[in-house]
Nanobody, 121 residues
Framework: VQLVESGGGSVQSGGSLRLSCAAS????????MAWFRQAPGKEREGVAA???????YYADSVKGRFTISQDNAKQTLYLQMNSLKPEDTAMYYC????????????????WGQGTQVTVSS
């Protein structure tokens, strides 16, 4: 299983970014897929997840600003991030699991290397 994130970068507060995660090596559509983030000195936290039937789950801190989506044909997961805030600054990771509680990191078997998002005020 391989997960490769892209799309991170630096943006000013209020700006937008779209992260992508290209997946390979497993039956993509049958897995839980999620985005996690980890800021320096903090624990990794769940941001958004999408499960096999298409239901999406979000952390309270990003509801209304972030949207998770996927393209099963391309085996790619996305995270559209709008109205970014400095507190969104973190390394963002893509994760996959055959079964999951959507935003619990211990449920996920496979992880990408991460992509850095930096939001300046």
């Amino acid at each position: 299983v391989q997960l490769v994130e892209s799309g991170g970068g630096s943006v000013q507060s209020g700006g937008s970014l779209r992260l992508s995660c290209a997946a390979s090596g497993y039956t993509y559509s049958k897995y839980c897929m999620a985005w996690f983030r980890q800021a320096p000195g903090k624990e990794r936290e769940g941001v958004a997840a999408i499960v096999g039937d298409g239901r999406a789950y979000y952390a309270d801190s990003v509801k209304g600003r972030f949207t998770i989506s996927q393209d099963n044909a391309k085996q790619t997961l996305y995270l559209q991030m709008n109205s970014l805030k400095p507190e969104d600054t973190a390394m963002y990771y893509c994760a996959a699991a055959p079964y999951c509680r959507p935003l619990e990191k211990n449920q996920y078997n496979y992880w990408g290397q991460g992509t850095q998002v930096t939001v300046s005020s």
